[in-house]
């Protein structure tokens, strides 16, 4: 938690990855993506940069493969010691989901460079006593699940990991968003910085786009279509309900999905 003060003390970078290879024995990693967060991660603790990272906690892991004498794979959970890697921290947020609460805890691990950097990373997790049974296991699988599964997990990544970090008490200058996975957290930051009504005049000029703009930076590890989630938006409207008018995501994303 020392990590985390001494953030407090100045204005961060907060790296969002749905994936971070950080060690084998945390294994919430499935290649590429996960390899390149993790070496943002160590670079920025190598210059000691003021930077969080934010992920999920994948508490089943991606999966582990094994080869039958026929020759076919048969895909396993891995289940891994959290508590012997992780620290718990008391800080909870809430999101909406499908319309119920949904409360978000965290763990952290710090990322300990040779030349005396930090990055302190955390790992959201759905899996309280508190949640409903379909809830709890929304942070259980990296990848795991159908479309609706998936954009629940965006939903905890972007929307619940932008609240940690205010529960937290940090300052972000610059949200860095690698791959679209935590997209959601440019929706929470326009609900955040909404203009007043009576300010603008207009209802859709209540939506500061531009700042938010200014406020996030995007790399892509995966530049072909295939690689990025779209959602109808009848499925958005049943998950995420009202939480943005329909014709500002329209705008922002395109008339046919999400």
């Given at each position: 938690?020392?990590?985390?003060?001494?953030?407090?003390?100045e204005?961060?970078?907060?790296y969002?990855?749905?994936?971070?290879a950080?060690?084998?024995?945390?294994?919430?990693?499935?290649?590429?993506?996960?390899?390149?967060?993790?070496?943002?991660?160590?670079?920025?603790?190598?210059?000691?940069?003021p930077?969080i990272?934010?992920?999920?906690?994948s508490?089943k892991?991606?999966?582990?493969?094994?080869?039958?004498?026929e020759?076919?794979?048969?895909?396993?959970p891995?289940?891994?010691?959290?508590?012997?890697y992780?620290?718990?921290?008391?800080?909870?947020?809430?999101?909406?989901?499908?319309?119920?609460?949904?409360?978000?805890?965290?763990?952290?691990y710090?990322w300990?460079?040779?030349?005396?950097?930090?990055?302190p990373?955390?790992?959201?997790?759905?899996?309280?006593d508190?949640?409903?049974?379909?809830?709890?296991?929304?942070?259980?699988?990296?990848?795991?699940?159908?479309?609706?599964?998936?954009?629940?997990?965006?939903i905890?990544?972007?929307?619940?990991?932008?609240r940690?970090?205010?529960?937290?008490?940090?300052?972000?200058?610059?949200?860095?968003?690698?791959?679209?996975?935590?997209a959601?957290l440019t929706?929470?930051?326009?609900?955040?910085?909404?203009?007043r009504?009576e300010?603008?005049?207009?209802?859709?000029?209540?939506?500061?786009?531009?700042?938010?703009?200014?406020?996030?930076?995007?790399?892509?590890?995966?530049?072909?279509?295939?690689?990025?989630d779209k959602?109808?938006y009848?499925l958005?409207k049943?998950?995420?309900?009202?939480?943005?008018p329909?014709?500002?995501?329209?705008?922002?994303?395109?008339?046919?999905?999400?």
């Amino acid at each position: 938690m020392d990590s985390i003060k001494n953030l407090q003390k100045e204005e961060i970078i907060a790296y969002f990855s749905m994936e971070i290879a950080l060690i084998h024995e945390i294994p919430t990693y499935s290649g590429g993506l996960g390899v390149l967060a993790g070496d943002t991660v160590r670079a920025a603790a190598d210059f000691a940069i003021p930077f969080i990272a934010v992920t999920l906690l994948s508490r089943k892991g991606y999966f582990r493969q094994e080869i039958t004498p026929e020759g076919w794979q048969k895909e396993f959970p891995i289940i891994w010691d959290v508590e012997k890697y992780l620290e718990p921290l008391e800080h909870q947020v809430q999101v909406t989901i499908s319309g119920r609460t949904v409360h978000v805890g965290a763990w952290l691990y710090n990322w300990k460079s040779i030349s005396g950097g930090i990055v302190p990373v955390i790992f959201l997790d759905t899996n309280l006593d508190k949640n409903a049974e379909e809830d709890r296991n929304i942070t259980d699988f990296l990848y795991g699940g159908d479309r609706e599964y998936r954009l629940k997990q965006e939903i905890i990544l972007g929307i619940g990991g932008t609240r940690m970090l205010e529960a937290l008490g940090l300052n972000v200058r610059k949200y860095h968003i690698n791959e679209g996975h935590a997209a959601f957290l440019t929706l929470e930051l326009l609900n955040k910085n909404k203009r007043r009504l009576e300010e603008v005049w207009e209802e859709d000029k209540i939506w500061d786009i531009d700042l938010v703009k200014n406020f996030c930076v995007f790399t892509t590890h995966t530049p072909v279509e295939a690689g990025h989630d779209k959602f109808s938006y009848d499925l958005v409207k049943n998950v995420l309900g009202e939480y943005i008018p329909l014709s500002i995501l329209k705008k922002l994303a395109g008339n046919d999905v999400l």
